[in-house]
Structures are given as structure tokens and as C-alpha cells.
T-cell receptor, first 113, second 111 residues
């Protein structure tokens, strides 16, 4: 099993550009989530999904969109990048939904100039 | 909303010694999970230990153990026989379908 994979590993965007961070898992996990990690802070939940077709907002959802059309994939879209979105982004998954240990991807470092 | 507090931004321990990292959390729920994750410079989040709130027995994993005090909402991590490879950021986390992390403790291990 590859576990949780994220692409790209690094990305530089200009203010106002849009992009999608990809996340995939091959463990048949129901629950998937996106976090951002800023210096001096722990991970903060952006959006999560308890199954295909179901998504919900986390602690810091503004500026981000998600969808869950399959169990395996959970992309995160930045509609109009802002410097405040410069961060490291982690995708995670777990089974059963939500409450237990989450398995994390390797992270994507995003810089918005 | 649930909050997780790690009051020690940095800790230092001598190799082979024992160190305890502190964590407190706030919740009105009775059923939840607690975790300690390790994040080395590689950035990968690695699970160290987990605790289910309904279990009174403290979790242990080799050199790692927790002191779970449910009434006090406290969840500290004890690392025994510290090794150089234990140096990392350590995050305490609470999960009840909405995972919350503390700000982390940077652990340095001195040879």
C-alpha cells in the first residue's frame, strides 16, 4: 500500500492564481481531511469528508473548496491564492470515520507571493 | 470548540534520561481519542501513542507512556531512556470527528 499520497510536494503561486492540491489514499478509508500547518502552530483542520459525496468545514475553511467524488481522492482547491495561504498542507485519512488515528500524507509546502 | 494546550514550547533532555511533555484539553464530550504525534524535520507526522477516553488504563508503547487524567483533562507523554532519534516536534491531539492539535513542543536530546 502507498498509504496517503500528496502532489505536488512544493508549489509557488502568485496572488490570485488558483490551483488544486491532490490527495489520494489506497486504504479504503472513509474519512479524509485537510490540514494546514503554520509556524508556531499545530495543524488546523480546513475541510473533511466522512465518505464519498459528503464534505464539511473544519476550523479554517475560508478560501478553500473540496469535493469527494470517490473514496480514494480528496482534492483541495485554492480558488484565488493569497499570501495568508502560505503554509504546509497535510492530507490525512482514517477508518472508521473521524474518531480514531489518522494517517498523514507527506505534506505540500505552498508559497504564495 | 475543543482546544488543546501544550504549555512547553521547548524541552530538553539528556540522552538516556526521562522527559515528560504536558498536554491539557478542553471538551464537554465523554467519548473521544487522544494522540501524541511526532514530527521530525522530514515533516512526516508519525503516531507515537493513542488513548481511548473510555479506557482508564494508560497506554504504553515501548519507551513511550502516557498519564491520562480524564477528570483533569490532562494527557502527558513520558519518554524513557531518551534517544537522539527522539528529537522532534511533538504534537498532542484530540479527536472526536474534528481533530484538534496543540501548538507543539520541540524536544531536543543532548548526547
Amino acid at each position: 500500500n502507498a498509504g496517503v499520497t500528496q502532489t505536488p510536494k512544493f508549489q509557488v503561486l502568485k496572488t490570485g492564481q488558483s490551483m488544486t492540491l491532490q490527495c489520494a489514499q489506497d486504504m479504503n478509508h472513509e474519512y479524509m481531511s485537510w490540514y494546514r500547518q503554520d509556524p508556531g502552530m499545530g495543524l488546523r483542520l480546513i475541510h473533511y469528508s466522512v465518505g464519498a459525496g459528503i464534505t464539511d468545514q473544519g476550523e479554517v475553511p475560508n478560501g478553500y473548496n473540496v469535493s469527494r467524488s470517490t473514496t480514494e481522492d480528496f482534492p483541495l482547491r485554492l480558488l484565488s491564492a493569497a499570501p495568508s495561504q502560505t503554509s504546509v498542507y497535510f492530507c490525512a485519512s482514517s477508518y472508521p470515520a473521524g474518531g480514531d488515528e489518522q494517517y498523514f500524507g507527506p505534506g505540500t509546502r505552498l508559497t504564495v507571493t | 470548540a475543543q482546544t488543546v494546550t501544550q504549555s512547553q514550547p521547548e524541552m530538553s533532555v539528556q540522552e538516556a534520561e526521562t522527559v515528560t511533555l504536558s498536554c491539557t484539553y478542553d471538551t464537554s464530550e465523554s467519548d473521544y481519542y487522544l494522540f501524541w504525534y511526532k514530527q521530525p524535520p522530514s515533516r512526516q507526522m508519525i503516531l507515537v501513542i493513542r488513548q481511548e477516553a473510555y479506557k482508564q488504563q494508560n497506554a504504553t508503547e515501548n519507551r513511550f507512556s502516557v498519564n491520562f487524567q480524564k477528570a483533569a483533562k490532562s494527557f502527558s507523554l513520558k519518554i524513557s531512556d531518551s534517544q537522539l532519534g527522539d528529537a522532534a516536534m511533538y504534537f498532542c491531539a484530540y479527536n472526536n470527528n474534528d481533530m484538534r492539535f496543540g501548538a507543539g513542543t520541540r524536544l531536543t536530546v543532548k548526547p
